[in-house]
């Protein structure tokens, strides 16, 4: 089974409406990540989160939430979802405890806003 | 603010041929680097990274990256393509707080 999971893996929806992606792990990670991959743009950070009862803005959060309800789940919401939101996004853990704090991705969601 | 520069949004080599993505980063101070690789409809798998315990890395698959300070670069090699290596290849560097700063992507075509 893979060590970190998403949901659903494809998404279509419509402008306006409440979307939620869901991440889970089974590697005992303390820090989770959410990333939105666009063509030519590399993944950009939108939020984090280093343990149950901390969560950051990452460098473009705005239009997102987040929701870190135990050390394996991290959920990021669209409240009220736009085209300009269509990408691929993912989920990624990781451990402090290990020198280089590698990033572990999941297998991303795609996401068409209409 | 860090930034990845990977020179080439697309390559395209020979299947046998030598693969060469280039990256380069901003910081003064030497971050931690990665390699990670995109196959189709996958997510990101990390092929190397650069720790500071050596200069020249190695990773899976018969990559390798050598880092040099001098040209704050840490360019991705594999001496012979083979047709499973088409793929997208991401580099990054870890800044404060374990934020990772992308480069745009190199999408490698393999020719047969």
């Known amino acids: 089974d893979a060590d970190v999971t998403q949901t659903p893996r494809n998404r279509i929806t419509k402008t306006g409406k409440r979307i939620m992606l869901e991440c889970s792990q089974t590697?005992?990670?303390?820090?989770m990540y959410w990333y939105r991959q666009d063509p030519g743009l590399g993944l950009r950070l939108i939020y984090y989160?280093?343990?149950?009862?901390?969560?950051n803005k990452g460098e473009i959060s705005d239009g997102y939430s987040v929701s870190r309800q135990a050390q394996a789940k991290f959920s990021l919401s669209l409240e009220s979802a736009i085209p300009n939101q269509t990408a691929l996004y993912f989920c990624?853990?990781?451990?402090?405890?290990?020198?280089?704090?590698?990033?572990?991705f999941g297998p991303g969601t795609r996401l068409t806003v209409l | 603010a860090q930034s990845v520069t990977q020179l080439g949004s697309h390559v395209s080599v020979s299947e046998g041929a030598l693969v060469l993505l280039r990256c380069n980063y901003s910081?003064?101070?030497?971050?931690?680097l990665f390699w990670y690789v995109q196959y189709p409809n996958q997510g990101l798998q990390l092929l190397l990274k650069?720790?500071?315990?050596?200069?020249l890395v190695k990773g899976i698959n018969g990559f390798e990256a050598e880092f040099k300070k001098s040209e704050t670069s840490f360019h991705l090699t594999k001496p012979s393509a083979h047709m499973s290596d088409a793929a997208e290849y991401f580099c990054?560097?870890?800044?404060?707080?374990?934020?990772?700063?992308f480069g745009g992507g190199t999408r490698v075509l393999v020719k047969p």
């Open positions: 990624a853990t990781s451990d402090p405890r290990e020198p280089t704090d590698t990033q572990y």
């Open positions: 590697k005992g990670h303390d820090r």
């Open positions: 989160s280093f343990d149950v009862k901390d969560i």
């Open positions: 910081s003064s101070v030497p971050p931690y």
């Open positions: 650069y720790t500071s315990a050596a200069t």
């Open positions: 990054a560097a870890r800044s404060a707080g374990n934020k990772l700063t």
